[in-house]
């Protein structure tokens, strides 16, 4: 007879409440890891917005300079 440790939980003293808190620090285990990976991905996906604002900005700044620039020669 092979014994699951869920068995060995309910022999214990407050086995059956054992069972319960291994279960519950296993789904709030599967949720944190859950939410960690989506918040990399956002983290990510903002940097990424964040890099294409500056590029943006700066190819707007290089033009403005080469506006002026002309004007002046």
């Known amino acids: 007879m ?6 060995r939980f309910l022999t ?3 086995g059956l409440a054992n069972v ?9 285990s599967g949720q944190l890891l859950q939410r960690r990976g989506e918040m ?3 983290k990510e996906e903002l940097e990424k917005l964040k890099k294409r604002e500056e590029e943006k900005n700066n190819r ?3 033009k403005k300079k080469k506006r002026r620039m002309v004007g002046w020669f």
């Open 2 to 7: 092979s014994t699951t440790i869920f068995s």
């Open 12 to 14: 214990q003293k407050n």
């Open 20 to 28: 319960v808190m291994a279960f519950c620090c296993v789904s709030l």
């Open 40 to 42: 990399d991905a956002l």
């Open 60 to 62: 707007e700044m290089k």
